[in-house]
């Protein structure tokens, strides 16, 4: 009794540290947002009264951090609803229907998982570059397609959806069939429901790289105007003499919506990343 | 069956770090390859001759360089009210990251008419991508700038930029420490770094502060002393020099015995550099002169603070009382519509315009390398913050004597390698052995980049 008492004390001094070391970098964060930068870099641990000021400069700062959020949120929503729409469609074909290739093309397409964006960028900039040459500006650098289109069909969804529909009860499927439904509804009224909690995840995991995704909006996106949130306080941080306070308070509204998203569906996502059916 | 999900699910979070961590990294590795593979591509060459009404220029920095733009925008509106110009202010790096790529795939839609490149930065893109920059040779006056700024941009005998600012090092030195320390403001003229040495260690003694921070993953003050006898990592021909560089052996020698002497502390970042200065944690801090802004933002330290010139190396010939540190340049990208608009912008601006730099340097505290822009009225104005010094005038008279050096293409990817050797150096192990071993991977760094 009194070794299985000890155990538990040690298990939780345990849970404490690790929580601690996961909560203190944005603990850290909600209290520089508070601080100008002075108190920042002299690291200052308790909150202070610079909170207002803080925001007030960022949302009166030149480079319009308030249509940054609208812009972002917009292509982090049409991705997330793309991408969760096109990789639940393959992995599920991937998973139902039976050919003899298709477990080659599956590890072909994981083999693409292999290869870095960064050996993808200049090419895909070069692709949408000579696509909007072509006349169909509407679809070259610069635009929003050019952000959305690399990542609404990821090699990681696809096998993500396909390793959850293997827990999809199959003889719904069957059962489907004989009732004379075609795939088409079978995917959209059967399979679509059940598996909520796997979209729940793959939404997360969308929204959430989409909206800190840095790399592909800097490169693509050239007007000023249509820059994401990652790319407007990477310019903050760029000065000689950054203002912390201010970039700190716009990385904690950065951080929200992602945060707010999760701990809406937190209990779907767990679900869905072991695979459950219910 | 459960484990066997469980064991799926940490797969996909694997492979989702994975993912991530890659994206991450790479703005790193884009800024850092550049093979000249792509500047023949085909641009479309007629839109240069358009005569564009609107120009765009991309800089770094609100309250610096950007600032600089818009006034010189300003002033170029009365000029020619016709032409448009928009001002993009983005994080330095990320300008490097889209100017890679552009370069790299010989697209330059999208890409500003001006840009503003690193002097470090600038001979890698002259040479990995010729004729991507416009030559500026007509824009830009030679004998009206500062040597030292014009060789860092000048290619084959042409000119391809506009120079902005200089980085003229100097001591910034806390007079009240100093004089508590038994030194007069005379001792900290024309300062050899054994003098320096000497100082830092009665400041040590008399009021237990550090002299300087240093800051282990950062050598500019190496570089400093280095430029300061007109030396760099590479020689003027662009080949590696390390190993038998009398003024990097003597330079890491000077920046050793400092931290032996106990007159450092470590500030690793540079925001723990600024915060040790803005705590009075320290008596001096060598930099470039932009760092002043820095220093001023402890406000409850005005009035004590004065610069004074850099320190020479006693035992390296030909070094002098003047270095740079950092700066930037003009640039215009050639193939981008309104090339000739752009270059009567900076012509009329950066490149002439002595009232826009004066009153740049009360907007912005800007040391300009143009020549003339010394006999300004601001220019010569004493700064309240630094005891009624003529600080700018001092800046500027330095500069005239900051020894010209070719930095070669790859200044940051060699500076990462000499890190690690002047860590090791400070860890004891033997200076020409290691600056022997570095000579041979800067040579293949170097090679790499040619």
Redesign the interface.
């Known amino acids: 009794m009194k070794k299985k008492k000890s155990l538990s004390i040690l298990k939780y001094f345990f849970m404490i540290i690790v929580s601690f070391i996961s909560i203190f970098p944005f603990l850290w964060m909600i209290i520089s947002a508070t601080n100008d930068?002075?108190e920042i870099?002299?690291?200052k641990l308790t909150f202070g009264t610079h909170l207002v000021e803080n925001l007030r400069n960022l949302f009166h700062?030149?480079?319009n951090f308030g249509a940054s959020l609208g812009y972002s949120t917009f292509i982090a929503v049409i991705t997330t609803v793309l991408a969760l729409l096109i990789s639940s469609v393959a992995g599920y074909g991937f998973e139902i229907f039976r050919s003899k290739a298709r477990d080659r093309v599956f590890n072909i397409l994981l083999l693409s998982?292999m290869v870095?964006?960064?050996a993808l960028?200049?090419p895909l900039?070069?692709m949408f570059?000579?696509v909007?040459?072509t006349g169909l500006t509407g679809i070259?650098?610069?635009t929003l397609i050019s952000v959305i289109a690399p990542y609404v069909c990821t090699a990681?969804l696809i096998?993500?959806f396909r390793?959850n529909t293997k827990?999809f009860p199959k003889d719904i499927l069957e059962a489907a069939r004989i009732d004379g439904l075609n795939e088409t509804r079978i995917f959209f009224h059967m399979y679509m429901p059940v598996m909520k909690s796997s979209y729940a995840a793959g939404a997360i995991?969308t929204f959430m790289?989409s909206w800190?995704?840095?790399?592909?909006p800097?490169?693509a996106l050239?007007?000023?105007q249509k820059r994401t949130v990652p790319?407007i306080l990477?310019?903050m941080?760029?000065?000689?003499?950054p203002d912390?306070g201010m970039i700190m308070a716009g990385i904690v509204i950065a951080t929200l919506p992602t945060g707010f998203l999760f701990f809406m569906m937190q209990k779907q996502f767990v679900a869905g990343?072991?695979?459950?059916v219910k | 069956m459960k484990t066997k999900s469980i064991a799926a699910s940490f797969l996909s979070a694997a492979m989702l770090l994975g993912m991530t961590a890659c994206s991450g990294g790479g703005a790193n590795s884009a800024s850092d390859t550049a093979p000249a593979a792509g500047n023949s591509q085909a641009v479309s060459s007629s839109a240069a001759k358009d005569a564009a009404e609107k120009l765009t220029v991309w800089a770094w920095d609100d309250t610096f360089n950007v600032k600089a733009a818009n006034e010189a925008k300003a002033a170029y509106a009365k000029i020619d009210p016709n032409v448009k110009v928009d001002v993009v202010s983005m994080a330095q790096n990320d300008i490097v990251a889209k100017l890679n790529t552009a370069f790299e795939s010989g697209n330059v839609d999208g890409m500003p008419n001006i840009v503003l490149i690193e002097d470090y930065r600038i001979k890698n893109y002259l040479k990995s991508y010729p004729g991507v920059l416009s030559d500026l040779s007509d824009v830009t006056t030679p004998d009206k700038f500062m040597d030292y700024k014009l060789k860092t941009m000048t290619q084959d005998g042409k000119i391809y930029g506009v120079p902005f600012d200089s980085g003229v090092s100097c001591v910034f030195y806390r007079t009240d420490l100093i004089e508590k320390a038994g030194f007069k403001q005379s001792d900290m003229q024309n300062l050899t770094w054994d003098k320096y040495i000497e100082i830092g260690k009665a400041v040590k003694a008399k009021t237990g502060k550090a002299m300087i921070s240093v800051d282990p993953s950062d050598l500019g003050l190496i570089r400093m002393m280095m430029q300061s006898a007109g030396k760099w990592y590479v020689n003027s021909d662009g080949k590696a020099d390390i190993a038998n560089n009398a003024a990097l052996k003597e330079a890491v020698t000077i920046y050793k015995k400092m931290q032996q002497e106990g007159i450092t502390i470590t500030a690793s970042g540079w925001d723990a550099g600024v915060a040790a200065v803005n705590e009075s944690k320290v008596a001096t801090s060598v930099n470039g002169c932009w760092y002043a802004s820095s220093i001023k933002k402890a406000a409850d330290q005005s009035g004590k603070w004065a610069i004074a010139e850099f320190p020479k190396m006693s035992n390296v010939s030909g070094s002098v009382n003047s270095s740079n540190l950092g700066g930037a340049s003009w640039y215009v990208i050639d193939k981008v519509a309104g090339r000739d608009t752009a270059k009567d912008f900076l012509s009329k601006t950066f490149a002439s315009d002595t009232g826009l730099l004066d009153s740049l340097c009360k907007d912005i505290s800007l040391v300009s390398t143009y020549k003339d822009a010394s006999s300004g009225k601001n220019v010569n104005a004493p700064d309240a913050f630094f005891n009624n010094q003529k600080i700018y005038k001092n800046w500027i008279d330095w500069t005239v004597n900051i020894p010209a050096v070719n930095y070669g293409t790859s200044t940051y990817d060699v500076e990462s390698k000499m890190t690690e050797a002047v860590q090791s150096i400070l860890k004891g192990a033997s200076i020409d052995d290691t600056l022997k071993n570095a000579q041979t991977e800067v040579e293949g760094i170097v090679s790499a980049a040619d």
């Open positions: 930068a002075r870099t002299a690291v700062s030149d480079l998982m870095p964006f960064c960028m200049i900039y070069r570059g000579a909007g040459k070259g650098l610069n990681f096998f993500f390793q827990s995991i790289s800190n995704n840095y790399l592909w800097l490169v050239q007007d000023p790319l990477s310019a941080g760029s000065s000689y003499t912390y990343m072991i695979g459950s």
